[in-house]
């Protein structure tokens, strides 16, 4: 999508391809070799394209801004966002993206980025769960979150780090970090994905989610343990929701004794039949 997005975008703020080149410090022969996909951005200039344009580093490489009818309404809107680029004591860069939520929602994702514009993923850790839902979009508080990398997701989304409590998705103990890709459409939420959902009254939790969207406007949040019942959550509700993808955690999971059992059982039956043939 980096070319459409490019020549859409460079329209819809009125650029010459020169004059984009100049605000991204590049060659304007770049800039038509990008539009053409002729050649494909460093990731040094995708981040300053997604800041100019004001959207996520995802939305520029993955949304067809070209068949949304309101992506000019969207840009005005966006506007009125924080300035972007602020940078923090310990030389990252913190950048607000607006995204589409759902219909006319528009919501600001805060994220950091280390010195060589890579993203970082936040951590949440549990004493920091209140505050997030009051300061998961502010810059400032965003910034002072424990930050670190894992190379193995690669560069395909945005994502954080939550500490999770309670037993609801065992065998995932509680204390275990739940790290999660940014849900920009909760539409395309799967039935079953495991997910962390940010929402004003249940705060973070670590849940199934089954999509109500289309017919009920909620989310069904379902937990591993059987002792907990399904529960459904109201869309407008929900603050923010990232798809699992890994986690870490410092306890290992206790074996299943019943199939060690079972095994020696099989393995008894095995010598058995063996001496039996050998008689």
């Given at each position: 999508?980096?070319?459409t997005?490019?020549?859409?975008?460079?329209r819809?703020?009125?650029?010459?391809q020169?004059?984009?080149?100049?605000?991204?410090?590049?060659?304007?022969?770049?800039?038509?070799?990008?539009?053409?996909?002729?050649?494909?951005?460093?990731?040094?200039?995708?981040?300053?394209?997604?800041?100019?344009?004001?959207?996520?580093?995802?939305?520029?490489?993955?949304?067809?801004?070209?068949?949304?009818?309101?992506?000019?309404?969207?840009?005005?809107?966006?506007?009125?966002?924080?300035?972007?680029?602020?940078?923090?004591?310990?030389?990252a860069?913190?950048?607000?993206?607006?995204?589409?939520?759902?219909?006319?929602?528009?919501?600001?994702l805060?994220?950091?980025?280390d010195?060589?514009?890579?993203?970082?993923?936040?951590?949440?850790?549990?004493?920091?769960?209140?505050?997030?839902?009051?300061?998961?979009?502010?810059?400032?508080?965003?910034?002072?979150?424990?930050?670190?990398?894992?190379?193995?997701?690669?560069?395909?989304?945005t994502?954080?780090?939550?500490?999770?409590?309670?037993?609801?998705?065992?065998?995932?103990?509680?204390?275990?970090?739940?790290?999660?890709r940014?849900?920009?459409?909760?539409?395309?939420?799967?039935d079953?994905?495991?997910?962390?959902?940010?929402?004003?009254?249940?705060?973070?939790?670590?849940?199934?989610?089954?999509?109500?969207?289309?017919e009920?406007?909620?989310?069904?949040?379902?937990?591993?343990?059987?002792?907990?019942?399904?529960?459904?959550?109201?869309?407008?509700?929900?603050?923010?929701?990232?798809?699992?993808?890994?986690?870490?955690?410092?306890?290992?999971?206790?074996?299943?004794?019943?199939?060690?059992?079972?095994?020696?059982?099989?393995l008894?039956?095995?010598?058995?039949?063996?001496?039996?043939?050998?008689?």
């Open positions: 999508m980096i070319n997005n490019l020549k859409f975008w460079r819809e703020l009125g650029l010459t020169a004059q984009l080149a100049d605000k991204l410090s590049i060659k304007r022969s770049l800039i038509g070799a990008y539009e053409e996909g002729r050649a494909e951005p460093k990731l040094t200039t995708l981040v300053k394209m997604a800041r100019l344009f004001g959207i996520s580093l995802d939305a520029l490489v993955t949304t067809d801004f070209s068949k949304k009818r309101q992506a000019a309404a969207v840009m005005r809107q966006l506007q009125n966002v924080p300035a972007l680029g602020a940078t923090g004591t310990d030389g860069d913190v950048t607000s993206v607006a995204e589409k939520a759902k219909g006319d929602n528009l919501r600001v805060a994220f950091t980025v010195q060589n514009q890579n993203e970082n993923i936040e951590l949440v850790p549990l004493k920091a769960s209140a505050g997030y839902l009051n300061g998961y979009a502010d810059q400032e508080f965003i910034e002072e979150l424990p930050k670190f990398r894992l190379p193995m997701l690669g560069q395909n989304g994502f954080r780090a939550f500490e999770i409590s309670g037993d609801s998705m065992l065998p995932i103990a509680s204390g275990t970090v739940i790290v999660g940014y849900v920009a459409d909760w539409n395309e939420v799967k079953g994905t495991p997910c962390i959902v940010v929402s004003k009254k249940e705060g973070i939790v670590f849940k199934r989610v089954y999509n109500r969207l289309k009920a406007a909620s989310l069904t949040l379902h937990s591993d343990n059987p002792v907990y019942s399904p529960y459904e959550i109201d869309v407008e509700d929900v603050l923010e929701i990232w798809e699992a993808k890994s986690y870490i955690s410092s306890t290992f999971p206790i074996a299943d004794l019943s199939l060690n059992r079972l095994a020696s059982i099989v008894d039956l095995q010598k058995q039949v063996t001496t039996m043939k050998k008689a």
